[in-house]
């Protein structure tokens, strides 16, 4: 969700710089903050005891994200790190529900917001538990190409490591696979980038 910079800023949000690999808020985390990305990317993971990623989605410029547990009084249920150098907004909670109380229009803003990722957390779901390694990533790669929006063939801007940690496979499954789907046209693989 974007909101007006200015608006924020009124209200006494700040924007402050995160370098890349900063950690932004840690899982279990209590949520006091209302973040949004001015410059840069975060990346929203959890880590499994054996160090292993997986990734719950990525955020870039104009987006907001650790909005659920903010709402609802609960933890990060996952770890937000800025993957490049990034300027976030941070605004107090209790000033961001008045904002939400003062203007309905950012309030049905944010109800679509959560509407549309609780969709996505479906579709990736059903993803997810499906087992062949296949399916998990042609999946991942037109939930990518829909947020595009664009019916031609595209660079994909997800390197092989962060397909695998999106889709819960090892980076080795995720190349093989690849190769078969450029190999039956599904994808174009050119210079080591992936078109899809």
């Given at each position: 969700?974007?909101?007006?910079?200015?608006?924020l800023?009124?209200?006494g949000?700040?924007?402050?710089?995160y370098?890349?690999?900063?950690?932004?808020?840690?899982?279990?985390?209590?949520?006091?903050?209302?973040?949004?990305?001015?410059?840069?990317?975060?990346?929203m993971i959890?880590?499994?005891?054996?160090g292993?990623?997986?990734?719950?989605?990525?955020?870039?410029?104009g987006?907001?994200?650790g909005?659920p547990?903010?709402?609802?009084?609960?933890?990060?249920p996952?770890?937000?790190?800025?993957?490049?150098?990034?300027?976030?907004i941070?605004?107090?909670?209790?000033?961001?529900?008045?904002?939400?109380?003062?203007?309905?229009?950012?309030q049905?803003?944010?109800?679509n917001?959560?509407?549309?990722?609780?969709?996505?957390?479906?579709?990736?779901?059903?993803?997810i538990?499906n087992?062949?390694?296949?399916y998990?990533?042609?999946a991942?790669?037109?939930?990518?190409k829909?947020?595009?929006n664009n019916?031609t063939k595209?660079?994909?801007?997800?390197?092989?490591?962060?397909i695998?940690?999106f889709?819960?496979?090892?980076?080795?499954?995720?190349?093989?696979?690849?190769?078969k789907?450029?190999?039956?046209?599904?994808?174009?693989?050119?210079?080591?980038?992936i078109?899809?």
């Amino acid at each position: 969700m974007h909101i007006d910079l200015n608006l924020l800023f009124s209200w006494g949000a700040i924007a402050k710089e995160y370098k890349k690999n900063e950690v932004v808020f840690n899982e279990d985390e209590f949520a006091n903050f209302y973040f949004q990305i001015i410059e840069g990317t975060v990346k929203m993971i959890n880590l499994n005891d054996e160090g292993k990623e997986f990734t719950q989605g990525y955020f870039s410029e104009g987006q907001s994200f650790g909005e659920p547990p903010l709402l609802i009084n609960e933890n990060y249920p996952s770890a937000a790190i800025a993957i490049h150098d990034s300027k976030i907004i941070k605004l107090s909670k209790d000033k961001f529900l008045k904002i939400l109380d003062e203007y309905p229009s950012i309030q049905r803003n944010l109800l679509n917001l959560m509407a549309k990722r609780i969709h996505s957390k479906a579709v990736t779901t059903k993803a997810i538990i499906n087992q062949k390694p296949e399916y998990r990533i042609n999946a991942f790669l037109k939930a990518h190409k829909s947020d595009l929006n664009n019916d031609t063939k595209q660079l994909v801007y997800f390197t092989r490591q962060e397909i695998a940690n999106f889709t819960g496979l090892r980076v080795e499954t995720v190349i093989r696979e690849l190769s078969k789907m450029s190999k039956l046209n599904t994808v174009k693989i050119i210079n080591h980038k992936i078109y899809y």
